[in-house]
């Protein structure tokens, strides 16, 4: 603190660091706020890159923030700057531009980095990944031009890049490891209907193989092999290989890392004074008492805020835990996909319900700890039930085994109205 004004710095300009730092704003008029941001650009809605893909929205529509704003809001907005080394002893934050930020508290706001390929040829410009607007600028120039597309993964990004090629009526074929999509939260049942909603977009699905190589002409793809010597001719191979989280700035210092950065329920790490929120945070789940991650855009902001009103606490008694049931909402070919709470590819010893049918294409599974719902996933009609479950999951209510299967029943409220697709908010 110099000359009582406290200075706050976060590390990382997507929704929670962002958040953060309006909040910091808003609260305290006089704070010093640094935001430091490897990205060039400030913040812009991750959410919108699918549509943007589909050509749903303009890049105009993507865009949600300018560096005028932050300057209007006093914000030190540092662009193409990366944080690379954190004094913890001295509360210091050394930068790549070559200056120290001091701190009276820091948050951690760094997220992750996508897998990239590993096979020969994976250099060739036509590899592609989907995280940033960059990326999603690269699709969008190359998938002007091609024919035909592989996607490689079992995850929702390779869905995402899967259903923005085939938008554009590129002749896709998905590839992946596992024997169905999101192969840890649906059955073979749910696997099955996922199929046929690819097939009526001329998608093609090879399951339990992986990346081989890719041949390029002129550095350019012409064609992906799987692993299993199929060759595939492809303009564009999207690649949805999973997330890393970004912790190397933690090195040479304290901070506890698992798989993420861990965090207290108040998003403090074990370091006084240092937070953690965003994608890159593995915190203290309230629900499931367990230490969790979550990656939707919607917990990344709701993190960001409370970790910074936490940050702001005079009085470590005056700190909110954070509470949240998770949601990702997404289209799934000309479905819907809702997915809740906790499932089996954060917690596998969970139990599960199923009901369905394969002609209307609704689908619902539900996720149970002892005799508590603790998640789900919606498809298609099934999703109106999504309130009602969520709330069942936030009250903790005890659910008998006998009675597990009126769950399943579960409908809407009278009168009410499911929220809108994620994705559909930012048209």
Request: aromatic letters at 8%.
């Amino acid at each position: 603190m110099v000359n009582g004004r406290r200075s706050y710095v976060i590390i990382g300009n997507g929704i929670a660091g962002t958040s953060a730092a309006e909040t910091i704003r808003k609260n305290d008029q006089n704070a010093r706020v640094v935001l430091i941001a490897e990205e060039p650009y400030p913040l812009y809605n991750r959410v919108a890159l699918p549509p943007y893909l589909k050509l749903k929205v303009t890049e105009k529509k993507v865009l949600m923030r300018t560096v005028e704003q932050h300057q209007q809001r006093g914000i030190e907005l540092l662009l193409n700057t990366r944080a690379e080394a954190l004094d913890t002893s001295n509360k210091v934050v050394h930068a790549s531009n070559g200056e120290s930020y001091p701190y009276d508290a820091l948050l951690l706001a760094v997220g992750g980095t996508p897998n990239h390929l590993d096979a020969p040829g994976a250099e060739a410009r036509g590899v592609c990944y989907f995280q940033t607007l960059d990326d999603t600028n690269e699709i969008l120039e190359i998938a002007s031009r091609a024919k035909h597309a592989v996607t490689f993964g079992g995850s929702y990004i390779s869905y995402e890049l899967t259903e923005g090629f085939a938008s554009r009526g590129i002749l896709t074929t998905w590839v992946m490891r596992g024997p169905r999509f999101l192969r840890q939260v649906l059955d073979d049942v749910g696997g099955q209907m996922v199929e046929k909603l690819a097939a009526r977009h001329d998608v093609s699905i090879i399951y339990g193989d992986e990346p081989g190589q890719v041949d390029a002409k002129g550095n350019h793809v012409v064609a992906a092999w799987t692993k299993s010597k199929q060759r595939i001719a492809a303009d564009l191979v999207g690649c949805g290989l999973g997330l890393r989280l970004n912790t190397r700035v933690c090195r040479g210092t304290d901070i506890h890392i698992h798989r993420g950065i861990l965090t207290d329920r108040f998003l403090e790490t074990n370091v006084p004074g240092v937070y953690a929120a965003g994608d890159c945070a593995e915190f203290y789940d309230m629900y499931l008492h367990i230490y969790n991650t979550i990656g939707t855009w919607e917990s990344a902001g709701l993190q960001g805020r409370l970790a910074a009103l936490n940050m702001m606490c005079e009085h470590p008694g005056d700190r909110q835990p954070f509470q949240h049931v998770p949601t990702y909402t997404s289209t799934l070919f000309d479905s819907k996909i809702t997915v809740f709470g906790s499932t089996p590819s954060d917690q596998p010893m969970l139990d599960s319900l199923v009901q369905y049918d394969m002609d209307s294409f609704a689908y619902k599974r539900l996720f149970f700890h002892e005799h508590l719902l603790v998640g789900g996933v919606l498809i298609g009609s099934a999703a109106k039930s999504r309130t009602p479950l969520m709330q069942v999951v936030k009250e903790r209510r005890e659910i008998l085994n006998d009675d597990r299967a009126a769950l399943l029943d579960l409908g809407p409220a009278a009168g009410s109205r499911e929220a809108d697709l994620e994705e559909a908010s930012v048209e």
